[in-house]
């Protein structure tokens, strides 16, 4: 387009924005988060429960995803096998016919040569008719696959969580079927064990004398490596004599009638009142690892934590005490010498793996390795490990995957990575404004996601997981990103002063109209004297790349908090970037005494102000400037910062309060006339007692308020008035009984509406990216949807993407992006 040279550059601005004008009405659905060159594809699907061989060559685990192997087409979770030479391959179907149903909890032999799973599936083997979860038995070598069941019988109850001996003789799993043995009349779960050479089934969850327990069914149940003892997790007092506190507790029995003894005892053989559920590993009839917060675990009193039984003898493990986490994997090699336990935490947080020793007691502690452990080699130096953390490059699908990681950096191999294909696809390798939330460094401070349109829709910024959206992103986290749609071309603009990356994730928060003016948060301080340890809220010049934090006092003293907990900074800016709104929990962002709790702050660029509004969460701001409305418990107030006056709006028809549990997602026209919010109060319109969440328009002007959302529709939420007061978009589930998310577009004077977008994984969750926004000329929505189809190369995929489309389209889209009328 050389010619342009000879407009004027109004003339040229005119020529620019009809061009895009135009081309953008040739394409109803835009992705606005796409790749710019192919790169591996993430799993699109969550792999859990990992189990290995001896050496660690031969793994197992279940994953929902689908494109781990060719032709996965059940929409199952399907149990896999993975040989680190050959790659995956599924276990849980029979020939080239998918399972009918999910499959889960694998357990491999030490030598990888047996595999126990449980199925619901009802065709892995002939005569399946029992319709529920199975015990299935795979043989590698032969690649034979068997059911377990009572001798000339189909088990009449779900069986579970199966494990395997070493040698692959015995399974111990639950169940709830009363006819594995005779005289099982408890009516509730128990632990079995199944002898494969003898056929030969024994319970193991009974009292000494043979007869059922009856108070508590077991939580959980291991097998020694020989085969010969069981244990037993449960929070019955009926195994042993002298159980009396109520909680778990840890419990080895051998099947053989040899008895049964309380292996979570002190050291005296006292009963212990911290008993930690779902932290033991057995290793021999003797010998049992277990967790507690009972300082009785030892005669000195003074520890807790890991604690080595061997025949009711406690060891104190020189680990972490590990008590302020929620999920702790740990796990046994097979010679039972090295024990591994690690998390995995938060993004931020410092990871904590601990590797000891058992014959020396000493421990190698790692701060990098990440992931919940799920096996560790005989050597001590291959750990399988499961973490939706990004620690591989071309890991940004944010869920579930189990990596296999060797001594020193960079050794690690993705187990569940998508299976590679001739050539890759050039859509991004990560998720898009979906994460799993920025997490402050010792805070915990989830921020909320958003992602934002220019004025008249030709920039987007969002957020995103990805790392082939632009070259050179190597720092594994989230970062903020601008699309010119006009252009085509996408630039990081979350980076440091000086143009490096950042280490920690940033998230984006909204966008000015010309597409100038970036405001986004971060838990970096990006080159500038941000406050440490707190994520912070800054503002980027895209022309001369210059930042400047938003969340200052008057005098620019940073805030000595961040954003609203499990919200963030929630910022909305006026479309000239000059005025900000934002949450804020810091007590110096004014003089004098700061409220005690999330609060509301304007801050002014232009004036270098920053004045409190008052307690609150969820601000918004029209686009001019004047009006800033926010929520404040169940009252939403109203600021017209031009007269100064302010109010609590008169949501309800009866003059009381909301008497709902939530009120959420606020916004406002840029005339203040208009207010649109949700909420699951009844007494907003008459006749409202379905008991949940609706979706309203408040008129200031004559104090009514008006049902938008239909009868049928369930949940629906996380809504966005347009800046003319027209339009309202909201997402939905759907109707009542199907599973269609929905994104809405209405005229709510007239009741047209639109179906803009229909998908099972349209994204809905509140406080979430989610949420619909409007370009400042009301005609665009950006939006995140997942799992769309489509001619278009792409715009397809499983990642959430965050894609721009019309607000009054002329077709209308479903899933299958079939055009109507």
């Known amino acids: 387009m050389v010619f342009l040279k000879h407009f004027s550059q109004a003339s040229r601005n005119l020529l620019l924005a009809g061009l895009f004008s135009s081309a953008f009405a040739a394409h109803a659905l835009e992705l606005a988060s796409p790749a710019a060159f192919a790169s591996m594809s993430a799993s699109n699907g969550a792999s859990e429960h990992g189990s290995a061989s001896a050496d660690l060559n031969w793994i197992a685990f ?30 849980s179907q ?43 038995v795979y043989q590698r070598s032969t690649q034979l696959l068997r059911r377990l069941a009572p001798a000339g019988a189909e088990s009449n109850g779900p069986s579970t969580r199966p494990r395997i001996s070493a040698s692959g003789q015995r399974i111990v799993f639950l169940s709830e079927a009363n006819n594995w043995v005779t005289n099982d009349v408890n009516g509730m779960a128990d632990v079995f064990v199944y002898d494969l050479s003898t056929n030969h089934v024994t319970r193991a969850s009974v009292r000494p004398s043979g007869v059922d327990i009856t108070d508590h069914p077991p939580l959980s149940a291991q097998i020694s490596g020989d085969g010969l003892c069981v244990s037993i997790e449960s929070r019955s007092e009926l195994y042993v004599d002298d159980d009396l506190n109520g909680i778990v507790d840890y419990f080895v029995t051998q099947p053989n009638g040899l008895g049964t003894r309380r292996a979570s005892v002190g050291s005296f053989g006292e009963e212990l009142n911290a008993v930690t559920a779902g932290r033991h590993a057995l290793i021999d009839c003797s010998r049992l690892i277990f967790h507690s917060l009972d300082p009785r675990a030892t005669p000195s009193g003074f520890v807790t934590g890991f604690f080595l039984n061997d025949n009711n003898i406690n060891t104190h493990l020189p680990l972490d005490a590990w008590a302020s986490e929620a999920h702790v994997g740990l796990a046994l090699s097979r010679d039972h010498r090295f024990l ?65 990681s060797g001594p ?99 998230t984006a928060s909204d966008l000015s109209a010309d597409g100038r003016w970036v405001l986004f948060e971060s ?53 000239d970037a000059r ?40 601000p918004m701001i029209s686009r001019n400037g004047q009006y800033v409305i926010w929520i404040h418990g169940n009252s939403l107030k109203f600021l017209d910062r031009q007269s100064g006056s302010s109010q609590a709006l008169p949501l309800s028809y009866d003059g009381l309060p909301l008497n709902g549990l939530r009120l959420n997602h606020a916004s406002v026209s840029d005339d203040g006339r208009y207010v649109a919010f949700d ?16 979706v309203f328009v408040h008129d200031r002007q004559t104090q009514q308020s008006i049902l938008v959302s239909q009868d049928l529709e369930f949940v629906p939420a996380a809504g966005e008035l347009s800046p003319d007061g027209v339009w309202l978009s909201y997402l939905s589930d759907g109707e009542r009984g199907t599973t269609h998310r929905q994104l809405i577009n209405v005229d709510w004077q007239t009741g047209r509406r639109h179906v803009l977008i229909e998908s099972p994984l349209l994204e809905t969750s509140n406080n979430q990216v989610a949420q619909p926004r409007f370009s400042a000329d009301s005609t665009q929505i950006v939006a995140l949807a997942a799992g769309l189809s489509a001619s278009a190369p792409a715009i397809r995929g499983d990642l959430a993407a965050i894609y721009v489309l019309p607000s009054a389209p002329d077709r209308l889209f479903a899933s299958n992006f079939e055009t109507a009328d």
């Open 62 to 91: 279940d994953s929902t995803a689908s494109n781990l192997v060719k032709a996965d087409q059940n929409q199952y979770r399907d149990v896999f096998l993975f040989e680190t030479l050959a790659g995956n391959r599924i276990i």
């Open 94 to 136: 029979v020939g080239d016919a998918p399972a009918n149903g999910d499959s889960s909890h694998p357990d491999l032999s030490a030598d990888g040569e047996w595999l126990v799973f449980q199925s619901n599936a009802s065709n892995l083997t002939a005569d399946d008719h029992n319709g529920t979860s199975d015990i299935f």
């Open 340 to 404: 591994v336990v690690g998390t995995d935490r938060e993004v931020n947080l410092p990871a904590v793996q601990e590797i000891i020793d058992l014959q020396t007691l000493e421990v190698t502690t790692s701060s990098t390795a990440h992931g919940l452990v799920q096996a560790i080699s005989n050597s001590g130096d291959l750990i399988l490990k499961q973490t939706s953390r990004a620690l591989l490059p071309n890991d940004r699908n944010q869920r579930a995957d189990l990596i296999l």
């Open 408 to 506: 020193g950096p960079g050794n690690s191999l993705w187990i569940s990575a998508a299976l590679a294909t001739e050539s890759a696809d050039l859509l991004p390798n990560g998720a898009s404004g979906l994460g799993q939330g920025i997490v402050g460094p010792g805070l915990g401070l989830v921020r909320e996601r958003r992602q934002a349109a220019s004025g008249d829709g030709r920039f987007v910024l969002f957020s995103s997981m990805a790392s082939n959206l632009v070259s050179n992103d190597l720092n594994e986290v989230e970062d903020v990103f601008i699309r010119d749609r006009l252009l085509a071309q996408t630039r990081r603009v979350g980076l440091r002063l000086d143009g490096s990356e950042p280490t920690e994730a940033s």
């Open 523 to 575: 838990c970096d301080s990006l080159g500038l004297d941000s406050s440490p340890l707190i994520c912070d809220l800054f503002m980027r010049d895209t022309q001369s790349g210059a930042i400047e934090q938003v969340n200052v006092s008057s005098a620019g003293t940073p805030g000595d908090g961040g954003g609203a907990i499990g919200r963030g900074h929630e910022a909305r800016m006026s479309k």
């Open 579 to 618: 005025i900000i709104v934002f949450t804020s929990i810091a007590s110096n962002l004014v003089a004098g005494p700061n409220p005690a709790g999330a609060s509301v702050f304007v801050r002014d660029r232009l004036l270098g102000s920053t004045e409190l509004l008052g307690l609150g969460v969820a």
């Open 679 to 694: 909420t699951d109060a009844g007494n907003v319109v008459p006749g409202d007692r379905d008991e949940r969440v609706d």
